[in-house]
């Protein structure tokens, strides 16, 4: 499987922007999909995920109530919506896609644990 994340761009603090994960694959509704993101200097964080089946998803604190993360097997595809962004979510954002059998009922917050990484796309947002 192949991800692809896109959506990224330049956005005032307090804007909203909504990233997409393409995957290419029949297998992609088996796995979980997790977001990660690097500023500069710093490392790969978890942003959040979701499992196979789009029940559960689960977010960083310093998200947790601006940023949901949806998914439609159907397109193949994984969202990231993010909302009031601020100067500090600016980073380049990753997808990629957890393989574990445990992905239908749990997220996994270990971006080592997660396989498959695209190329990330930018986000940024200017005080």
């Known amino acids: 499987v192949q991800l692809q994340a896109s959506g990224g761009g330049l956005v005032q603090a307090g804007g909203s922007l909504r990233l997409s994960c393409a995957a290419s694959?029949?297998?992609?509704?088996?796995?979980?999909v997790g977001w990660s993101r690097q500023a500069p200097g710093k490392e790969r964080e978890f942003v959040g995920g979701?499992?196979?089946?789009?029940?559960?998803?689960n977010y960083a604190d310093f998200v947790k109530g601006r940023f949901t993360i949806s998914r439609d097997n159907a397109k193949n595809t994984v969202y990231l919506q993010m909302s009031s962004l601020k100067p500090e979510d600016t980073a380049v954002y990753y997808c990629?896609?957890?393989?574990?059998?445990?992905?239908?009922?749990?997220?996994?917050?270990?971006?080592?644990?997660?396989?498959?990484w695209g190329q990330g796309t930018q986000v940024t947002v200017s005080s």
């Open positions: 990629a896609a957890d393989t574990s059998p445990s992905a239908w009922f749990r997220v996994e917050v270990s971006i080592y644990e997660y396989h498959y």
């Open positions: 694959g029949r297998t992609f509704s088996r796995y979980g």
């Open positions: 979701i499992t196979s089946n789009g029940a559960r998803t």
